[in-house]
C-alpha cells in the first residue's frame, strides 16, 4: 500500500480478484473459478471465505432483521402479569 492508500496489483493479481468476486456474487461456479485459476475447489472455497470476512458487504440486511416473530429492537415490551 502507497503512502496515499492505493494498492498497486498485477494483472493476474487483478484477474484473480476478478475471479473470487464473481464467485462470491455467484455469477460463477467454484469449479469454474478453480479450472480459470488452475487452483483446486478447496482453495477457491477458502480465497471467497477469505474474502467475504474481509469485504464490507453494502445495502445487505441479515433476515432475523425483519423476524415477523420478534416485535421490533426498538420497542421495549414488558408485562404485567399481578391480577390487581
Known sequence: MNAI???TMSMTELDRL???QAVCERRLKPGQAADRLALSVRQVERL????R???PRLGKVPR???DAHRPPRT???TCDHRGD
Do not use: L, P
Open 64 to 66: 432475523s432483521a425483519f
Open 53 to 55: 470476512s474481509r469485504v
Open 5 to 7: 492508500g492505493t494498492i
Open 75 to 77: 420497542v421495549e415490551t
Open 18 to 20: 476478478k475471479v473470487v
Open 48 to 51: 471467497t471465505v477469505r474474502y
